[in-house]
């Protein structure tokens, strides 16, 4: 990321190979072909959420990407405070801690998406006008920070999942 930096006999022995994500239907077709058991709707979730990485895409397909990507879609639609202890259950459910990293990454990956949309001028989903751009930006950084501070404190995954809806929450007009 930083050529500057490498040592000139370095430099000359490596070639930059810039590689941009794959187009939706180029990784749509690798996905039918990588994984033929998968649903068209799993596969085209798939493709949307990995944002045009091969691998990351079949990790997602491996581990329960789909499952955490409905769970953040939940979670964005904010469900009623009544039922975010059962979503804060099932992203916590798994003792390894890889479903609640999943479900971080993936929210985060969501607001950006999200985010970057709007700015540029195309149909957002509803649930981004509860609040302006910047405040869902410093939003994505917080989530970040909260998602390594558990990591390294090992903290309660259940907890971190409901203070994260009601920072989702606490947007809402």
Same mark, same amino acid.
């Given at each position: 990321?930083?050529? +500057? /930096? ?5 430099? *000359?022995?490596?070639? /930059? ?5 794959? +187009?939706?239907?180029?990784?749509? &077709? ?24 091969? @691998?990351?895409?079949?990790?997602? #397909? ?23 202890? *059962? ?7 798994? /003792? +390894? ?12 990956? @969501?607001? *950006? ?9 195309? #149909?957002?989903?509803?649930?981004? #006008? ?6 869902? *930006? ?5 989530? &970040? ?10 903290? +309660? ?13 606490? &947007?809402?007009?």
């Amino acid at each position: 990321p930083a050529p +500057d /930096r490498l040592l000139p006999t370095i430099l *000359s022995r490596v070639r /930059r190979l810039d590689l941009a994500p794959l +187009d939706a239907p180029v990784l749509e &077709g690798l996905l039918a072909g990588l994984l033929p058991a998968l649903e068209p709707t799993a596969r085209a979730t798939l493709t949307r959420i990995a944002e045009g990485s091969a @691998g990351g895409a079949l990790a997602l #397909a491996e581990g329960e990407g789909l499952a955490m990507q409905a769970l953040v879609e939940q979670a964005l639609a904010l469900p009623a405070r009544t039922e975010w202890h *059962s979503l804060a259950e099932q992203v916590a459910a798994k /003792r +390894d801690g890889s479903a609640f990293a999943t479900f971080l990454a993936l929210l985060r990956r @969501g607001i *950006s998406a999200a985010v970057r949309q709007a700015a540029r001028g195309a #149909a957002a989903p509803p649930w981004l #006008a509860a609040r302006p751009l910047a405040e869902w *930006s410093t939003l994505w950084d917080t989530i &970040g920070k909260l998602a390594a501070e558990n990591d390294a404190l090992s903290l +309660d995954r259940n907890q971190a999942v409901l203070t994260v809806l009601g920072w989702l929450a606490a &947007g809402r007009r």
